[in-house]
């Protein structure tokens, strides 16, 4: 585990207007410094986890990023984020706010990010940044927000806008919590754990490919042990977290954004995905974006396998960088 380290933004303002007096930003750093003259960090490079991770998430890309890797720590200085909404960094259930916490947009979360490398470790540039799954949405958001803070964009598994079924599954995720008498309209004192492990298992039939759900499984008692697998997750998720998380990304639509886009992207998609489809997610994002390139590779593990199987994507990576 990386050691995390941690900085408050006061009276961080949201795209909202409200404003969050002592924002807790969570971090962790790996790498080599390089330092010009006057001290600044000069070979930074940004990490951004998606929807249930932290910034330990990027330890999950250790055949793509560390020490000899094609993102190479000894080349650069990888620092990696929890996101603002998610527990590390302040969120309905960190702050004890519960409800009262404001609701934050996606954009909220790509310059909290910009307010900590900026104001808080002293970051004027970025060598680069790359984005896993809702990392990618936030990504987007660093382009259109600072396009020459960084030198180019590796997008994985993500897309610019939250298709009807995407957005179908989250929804039924959130009304699942909602509707359960136990959650009280947010003001529960026990997190409620039967609705929390019916969002769990809703989305473990969803993260992987069709194959992985019949070649992994012997019978359908060894399917519903992994079912039991995923459903433990859920115990470290918190109720309003999750409802709040979702909102942000029910509103993530930068369709008319994207030809405003010029940093040179990377847009890596795995073909089984069925979070990021093909057809109407990962395609159309590397249609609309003016520098892009695409890698799309096979892996069982559907959405998962931006993580499982990143180092399909290596090569493409390593050749994507060779004149960065």
Known sequence: MLEKEYHILKDFQLESGEVIPDLTMEYAVQGTKKLDEDGKITNAFLYLHGWSGDCNSVENLNPVIGPGKVIDTNQFCVISTTA?????????????????????????????????????????????????????????????????????????ATSHHFSNRMFGVYNLMSEIIEDDTEYNQGKYTKNPTKA??????LSYLWSLAPDNYEECFQSKKEFLEGVKERKADSVDWDANDL????????????????????????????????????????????EGLPQAELFIYQSIWGHYGCIRDVSKSSEAIEKFLADK
């Open 196 to 201: 929390m492990e019916k969002v769990a298992y």
């Open 84 to 156: 603002l909404g998610t527990p590390g960094s302040s969120s309905p259930s960190t702050t004890s706010r519960g409800t009262a916490f404001p609701e934050y947009s996606i954009k909220d979360l790509a310059v909290a990010q910009y307010e900590l490398l900026t104001q808080g470790l002293g970051i004027e540039h970025l060598r680069g940044i790359m984005g896993t799954s809702m990392g990618g949405f936030q990504a987007l958001h660093w382009a259109l927000e600072y396009p020459y803070f960084m030198d180019f964009m590796i997008l994985h």
């Open 243 to 286: 409802v709040w998380r979702n909102k942000a990304v029910f509103n993530h639509d930068l369709t008319h954004e994207l030809s405003r886009i010029e940093v040179p992207s990377l847009v890596i998609g795995i073909q089984q995905d069925q979070i990021v489809d093909e057809k109407f997610s990962l395609r159309p994002l590397y």
